[in-house]
């Protein structure tokens, strides 16, 4: 029985994306090379890895069983080349994703991303956002090694916690005025998020505390940097973090209002997977993400 490290690697692209094809951009591979790859660790385990359905390969109980035994061993082989470099921390090693909500990977996370990389060289750190649901359907099913939300996680297969807290702006083109009457709120045009964005939830949900309706969405974007864009060029007034507005609001792209006396804030959550919560692993590399210089 002999396989290698590049066909686990393979076939962890593969687990992760669903796809031969999906998985041999990912890895800059040819199609042939990664089919081969799981037919190759297939035989030499003795097992069926991926079962077709439609364009999607599902993965057999045997290929999630690998997928859970093989991290370990993958990480330690990875973090080979680094320890002989001198880099001692083989715990943070090898390939990690962590998703996040589009406010969050844009705004918050970047410059944390850059220090773990920088401290942690053995480290191959990849991003993927998408909106509230998207990233807690990619945590819960193991795409993604653990993720930040904007919106609450109404899952029972997701450990959440609370991470920091955002401020919500309104805001609207240059000579908006600087406060909105709750009455006219429906005369506005609105450019919003999609359902799922864990921004539109919470506005929404403050204006329905507050025994106002939604507005009617005039425009829908699925990206923070994209509304704002819109806004400053007439389309409309949007709720957005206050990350997002810092810049244009400095430059006079565009102006904050407010609604009434409303305040719109919102928590933040860090999301595990159930099964991975005690993870000594995931814990220390949460916390290097948090505090970048803690296992220099």
Same mark, same amino acid.
């Not at 993958?74 to 680094?82: D, E, I, S, T, V």
């Not at 410059?111 to 998408?130: C, D, F, I, N």
């Not at 389309?235 to 006079?252: D, H, K, N, R, Y």
């Not at 159930?274 to 949460?286: F, K, P, S, V, Y």
């Given at each position: 029985?002999? @396989?290698?490290?590049?066909?686990?690697?393979?076939?962890? *692209?593969? &687990?992760?994306? $669903?796809?031969?094809?999906?998985?041999?951009?990912?890895?800059?591979?040819?199609?042939? /090379?990664?089919?081969?790859? !799981?037919? =190759? &660790?297939?035989? +030499?385990?003795?097992?069926?890895?991926? =079962? #077709?359905?439609?364009?999607?390969?599902?993965?057999?109980?045997?290929?999630?069983?690998?997928?859970?035994?093989?991290?370990?061993?993958?990480?330690?082989?990875?973090?080979?080349?680094?320890?002989?470099?001198?880099?001692?921390?083989?715990?943070?090693?090898?390939?990690?994703?962590?998703?996040?909500?589009?406010?969050?990977?844009?705004?918050?996370?970047?410059?944390?991303?850059? *220090?773990?990389?920088?401290?942690?060289?053995? &480290?191959?750190? #990849?991003?993927?956002?998408?909106?509230?649901?998207?990233?807690?359907?990619?945590?819960? /099913?193991?795409?993604?090694?653990? $993720? @930040?939300?904007?919106? %609450?996680?109404?899952?029972?297969?997701?450990?959440?916690?609370?991470?920091?807290?955002?401020?919500?702006?309104?805001?609207?083109?240059? $000579?908006?005025?600087?406060?909105? #009457?709750?009455?006219? &709120?429906?005369? =506005?045009?609105?450019?919003?998020?999609?359902?799922?964005?864990?921004?539109?939830?919470?506005?929404?949900?403050?204006?329905?505390?507050?025994?106002?309706?939604?507005?009617?969405?005039?425009?829908?974007?699925?990206? %923070?940097?994209?509304?704002?864009?819109?806004? /400053?060029?007439?389309?409309?007034?949007?709720?957005?973090?206050?990350? +997002? /507005?810092?810049?244009?609001?400095?430059?006079?792209?565009?102006?904050?209002?407010?609604?009434?006396?409303?305040? @719109? =804030?919102?928590?933040?959550?860090? !999301?595990?997977?159930?099964?991975?919560?005690?993870?000594?692993?995931? $814990?220390?590399? !949460?916390?290097?993400?948090?505090?970048?210089?803690? @296992?220099?």
């Amino acid at each position: 029985m002999r @396989f290698t490290l590049r066909q686990l690697d393979i076939f962890a *692209a593969v &687990l992760a994306t $669903g796809q031969i094809r999906a998985a041999a951009e990912r890895l800059h591979l040819s199609q042939t /090379a990664v089919s081969q790859a !799981i037919q =190759e &660790l297939a035989a +030499a385990l003795d097992v069926v890895l991926f =079962e #077709r359905r439609g364009r999607a390969l599902v993965p057999t109980p045997a290929a999630r069983r690998l997928a859970d035994l093989s991290q370990e061993p993958q990480r330690a082989l990875h973090a080979l080349p680094g320890q002989l470099h001198g880099h001692t921390d083989s715990a943070l090693a090898g390939p990690v994703h962590i998703a996040a909500s589009s406010t969050v990977a844009r705004y918050l996370l970047p410059e944390r991303l850059a *220090a773990l990389s920088a401290h942690h060289p053995a &480290l191959t750190v #990849r991003q993927s956002s998408g909106n509230t649901s998207d990233v807690a359907e990619r945590v819960a /099913a193991g795409e993604a090694d653990f $993720g @930040f939300i904007e919106g %609450p996680a109404e899952r029972d297969d997701l450990v959440v916690t609370r991470w920091q807290t955002d401020r919500l702006v309104l805001i609207g083109p240059p $000579g908006t005025p600087p406060t909105l #009457r709750p009455a006219g &709120l429906h005369a =506005e045009r609105w450019v919003m998020r999609e359902r799922g964005s864990g921004t539109r939830r919470v506005f929404e949900q403050r204006l329905a505390l507050s025994g106002l309706t939604a507005p009617r969405a005039d425009l829908l974007l699925d990206d %923070p940097g994209a509304q704002v864009r819109s806004v /400053a060029a007439g389309a409309g007034l949007a709720c957005v973090s206050q990350a +997002a /507005a810092q810049e244009p609001v400095a430059t006079g792209d565009v102006c904050i209002t407010r609604l009434g006396d409303l305040v @719109f =804030e919102r928590p933040l959550w860090r !999301i595990v997977a159930e099964d991975r919560a005690h993870d000594a692993w995931l $814990g220390r590399m !949460i916390e290097a993400l948090e505090r970048p210089a803690a @296992f220099n």
